[in-house]
């Protein structure tokens, strides 16, 4: 058994590739391939997202070689493909299929935390927070 803290998951800022200022977009690896040894390693990772809002009117559309599952559990999201959109909030998940291009906006006046679940396609680099990290999220201009 492994016991993690919440509050002790290192917080890792990733919204510069998103064009975002400093501190906007956290993330926090609650469970992924790096966590324990060889009988813990699986096929998926669980990720914490921290967004606050007003940020960015449209972030750009980008994709992942993974399929990706965002569960709303406090604020509200606005997520958008090509062709859809839909607003979501606490208790609502969105998923996505690989390469299918997407983009999240965080909406109202409250931070919005997400937890993220994502496959491991591919030997499972998504899913390891210390592997290159190239290629896996492609941006769309």
């Known amino acids: ?22 501190g906007k977009m956290i993330i926090q690896w609650y469970f992924s391939r790096s966590i324990g040894d060889e009988k813990y390693h699986h096929n998926f990772a669980v990720r914490k997202y921290t967004l606050k809002p007003g ?3 449209t972030p750009p559309f ?3 070689k993974y399929i990706q599952a965002p569960f709303i559990i406090s604020g509200k999201m606005r997520f958008e493909t090509p062709d859809d959109s839909v607003e979501v ?3 609502d998940e969105v998923i ?12 109202g006046d409250k931070p919005v935390e997400m937890i993220c679940i994502i496959d491991c396609p591919d030997g499972g680099d998504c899913c390891d927070p210390d592997a290159p990290q190239e290629g896996i999220v ?4």
């Open 55 to 57: 940020v960015l009117e």
């Open 62 to 64: 980008h994709y992942h």
């Open 1 to 22: 058994m492994i016991i993690r803290r919440g509050k002790d998951v290192e917080r890792v800022d990733v919204g510069k590739p998103f064009g975002m200022p400093e």
């Open 138 to 141: 492609g941006l769309l201009k």
């Open 89 to 91: 909030g606490p208790g």
């Open 96 to 107: 996505f299929a690989e390469n299918e291009p997407h983009r999240a906006i965080a909406i």
